[in-house]
Structures are given as structure tokens and as C-alpha cells.
């Protein structure tokens, strides 16, 4: 095999039971199961050619090269894998709009585990891809599978592996991001949880909590129980933000509108439309509703911020190899 171009397409997910702390950080175990709804909104193109004759790999992310030591060193894994000794030039094109501070890490490394395993010539299983994609990021685990994804946390590399849920959803469930302008993030989601496990007196509670909701959020969905499965995915988020500020040192990722924007949510829910909101490693804020209430949602919040940039999700595939 001389020459090999493959084409894949991951889209991002949304954790509503959050992975938050890791048991090995080499290869990416973490704590505690982790639940997410894959978006169709938000996703990652990577092209991936293999080619005998180029003398090392390369990557680019909206066509700008980058010299990712993350990346090649999932490369280093990829070709081991596959036995062979060929590079590979990666070519990525993110359609999740930066500014978004969506988790671009978790459809990056689905698109490149699955276009790069298929490169090298390996025939990779779905639960194998999301072991591969694991391996770069953890989010990316769950998001080779479309729709509610479970990530079971294991203590390993060969039990530590995504399985899907419920892959084509069939209720009409919503993903507002509300865009909060802030500074670059200061804190990653890789140092930030780091710090949380080694020093927040409470960690183990919150491991313990995040196990026993996924259960819980499973029945909501079969039962289409919107207020329970809202709920613990509100009160996990936020279980997950008290964390941080429980750690040494102390750190948070809301910023003042942040807050507004929440209270404006519960303000909603006074009022009788129901929504819940979720955060991750940034200022902001995901609104979880149903399709029938989107559009009222959007409109007041609008009116009260009229600056913040709405993008709208609905559930979204699983991986996909392009032509
Ligand atoms: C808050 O997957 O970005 O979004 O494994 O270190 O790359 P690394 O972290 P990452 O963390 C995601 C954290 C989160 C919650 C989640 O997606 O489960």
C-alpha cells in the first residue's frame, strides 16, 4: 500500500453526567462514567492521506499547519497499531465556530482516530475507534456514536470505551449554546480537573454522584420525562462547577453573565417554560429544552442580552466516513 486517502466525519458532544478527574492520564481513564448527546450542529472534517514517500506527519487545522505534539503522538500510537512505517499528512477543518468554546477536542480526535486508523489499514470496530479516540481526548470517546452515548469509565485500556444509548433519539431535544464574550480560557479542562481530583476534599462524593445519575438520566429518556432528565443534568453541571470551587487552588469558569444568563433560564422556568442549562470548561452556557419551546427561549433571551450570539443543536450522528 503505497497511497491511502480517507475522509471522516465526528461530530462534538455534550456531556450531561460530566467526565470531570482521571485515574491514569497516559491513556486517559477516568474517574467516574460519563452520559452525552451527540449535536449535529457542531463537527470536524479530517482528511488523513498516507503516502510511503513523505518523510514525516503533518497536521493542519483550518488549513494552517500546527506542530500538535498531541497529535503526533497519537499518530506514533496509530502507526504501532497498524505495524507499518508511513506517515501520514492530517488535514482538519473544524465547522465548530471558535468562539463557541464548544469541545472541538472531542470531535478532533473521533475524526482523526477514525480517518487515521483507516489510513494506516486498520479495520477498527466502533468500540475500538472510541478506545482510539479516547486516547486523545476524552471526550471524544463517546462522540463516535450518534445521539445519548454512555462513556463506561473502566480502569483500563481495554474495558474504557464508549456504547451508544440511544442513537437515533427520537424526541425533540435542543442544545442552545449561549456564547458568553470573555478572555481566553485560562484554565484547560486537562489542568483543571487534574487539580480537582488531587485536591478537593469532596472528590469522592462527586465520583460516587455522577455514577449513580446515569442510571437515573437513562430512565428519563425511555420515560420522555423532560423535568427529571433536565434536572440531573442542571444539578450534575453544577455539582461539577462547586468542585472547582472546592480545589487547591480554587478556580471557576463563570463569568458574570454567565450567572445572568442561568438566572435568566430559572426566571424562564418561573414563568412556566421549561428549560435547564449546563456548563463545561468555559463561560458558556448550553440550554437544554424541547424543540417546541426553542423559539420563546431564544427570543427572550434576546431581549435581555441582545449582544450573545444563540447557536442551536439537535441530537447528531455518529461517526462517518466521507467519499
Ligand atoms: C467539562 O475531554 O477536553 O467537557 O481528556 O483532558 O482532553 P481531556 O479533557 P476533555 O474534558 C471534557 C470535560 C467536560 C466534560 C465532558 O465532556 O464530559
Known amino acids: 500500500m503505497r497511497l491511502k486517502i480517507v475522509k471522516a466525519r465526528a461530530h462534538t ?6 467526565y470531570w478527574g482521571k485515574k491514569n492520564t497516559d491513556i486517559i481513564i477516568p474517574m467516574n462514567n460519563s452520559f452525552s448527546l451527540t449535536l449535529d450542529h457542531f463537527y470536524t472534517d479530517t482528511k488523513v492521506t498516507y503516502d510511503e514517500n513523505l518523510k ?14 498531541n497529535v503526533f503522538n497519537f499518530l506514533d500510537y496509530v502507526r504501532q497499531l497498524s505495524g507499518k512505517n508511513g506517515f501520514v499528512k492530517v488535514e482538519s477543518i473544524n465547522h465548530v465556530p471558535t468562539t463557541a468554546g464548544l469541545a472541538s477536542s472531542a470531535s478532533a480526535y473521533a475524526a482523526l482516530a477514525a480517518a487515521s486508523s483507516k489510513a494506516f489499514g486498520l479495520d477498527l470496530s ?4 472510541s478506545r482510539l479516540a479516547r486516547r486523545g481526548s476524552g471526550s471524544a470517546t463517546r462522540s463516535i456514536y450518534g445521539g445519548f452515548t454512555e462513556w463506561i469509565g473502566g480502569d483500563n485500556d481495554l474495558n474504557s470505551y464508549a ?8 424526541w425533540d431535544i435542543r442544545m442552545i449554546a449561549a456564547v458568553v464574550n470573555s478572555k481566553p480560557k485560562k484554565i484547560t479542562s486537562r489542568s483543571g480537573m487534574q487539580t ?17 445519575s446515569i442510571p437515573l438520566i437513562k430512565k428519563a429518556i425511555l420515560d420522555k420525562n423532560f423535568t427529571t432528565f433536565g434536572e440531573i443534568s442542571e444539578e450534575n453541571a453544577m455539582k461539577m462547577h462547586a468542585l472547582n470551587l472546592t480545589a487547591h ?6 463569568e458574570p453573565q454567565s450567572i445572568e444568563i442561568m438566572q435568566a433560564i430559572e426566571q424562564l422556568r418561573q414563568d412556566g417554560i421549561e428549560a435547564y442549562y449546563t456548563m463545561d470548561a468555559g463561560p458558556n452556557v448550553k440550554i437544554i429544552c424541547e ?15 441582545p449582544e450573545i450570539e444563540l447557536l442551536e443543536s439537535k441530537p447528531g450522528k455518529g461517526i462517518q466516513f466521507l467519499d
Open 291 to 305: 424543540g417546541k419551546n426553542s423559539e420563546v427561549i431564544q427570543k427572550a433571551l434576546k431581549l435581555k442580552f
Open 163 to 170: 456504547k451508544p444509548f440511544q442513537e437515533n433519539v427520537e
Open 56 to 69: 514525516k506527519d503533518s497536521f493542519s487545522l483550518n488549513g494552517e499547519e500546527i506542530e500538535s505534539q
Open 196 to 212: 480537582v481530583v488531587n485536591t478537593s476534599p469532596f472528590y469522592g462524593e462527586w465520583v460516587k454522584n455522577a455514577n449513580n
Open 13 to 18: 458532544n455534550i456531556a450531561l453526567i460530566k
Open 249 to 254: 487552588p480554587h478556580f471557576s469558569y463563570f
Open 126 to 129: 466502533r468500540k475500538d475507534l
